[in-house]
């Protein structure tokens, strides 16, 4: 499973991006994925996550604001983030697993920053 993420950038607080994360691979080894982010000095947190049914769910920071979904192929993951704050501030990570696995994200894309000013 390759995974490559884009869409990143600058923007200023209270506007929106688009990030998208283009996977290849065996997709049953990518039918759960998720946006993790990850800011300087701080842990990494799983934002959105996307499950091989299509129920998602949010992290409490984000509810509301961001909305992850996939297209027809399963190939394209987007994570559509609206009202950015400066918070939001992070290198943002596209991650797939297997949903029968109780293991973690065994893929991961390089990431992509995306940065919001006040």
């Known amino acids: 499973v390759q995974l490559v993420e884009s869409g990143g950038g600058s923007v200023q607080a209270g506007g929106s991006l688009r990030l998208s994360c283009a996977a290849s691979?065996?997709?049953?080894?990518?039918?759960?994925m998720a946006w993790f982010r990850q800011a300087p000095q701080k842990e990494r947190e799983q934002v959105a996550t996307i499950f091989k049914d299509d129920d998602t769910a949010y992290a409490d920071s984000v509810k509301g604001r961001f909305t992850i979904s996939r297209d027809n192929t399963g190939n394209t993951l987007y994570l559509q983030m609206n009202n950015l704050k400066p918070e939001d501030t992070a290198m943002y990570y596209c991650?797939?697993?297997?949903?029968?696995?109780?293991?973690?994200?065994?893929?991961w894309g390089q990431g992509t920053q995306v940065t919001v000013s006040s």
């Open positions: 991650a797939a697993k297997a949903c029968f696995s109780r293991a973690g994200y065994s893929y």
């Open positions: 691979g065996e997709t049953y080894n990518r039918n759960c």
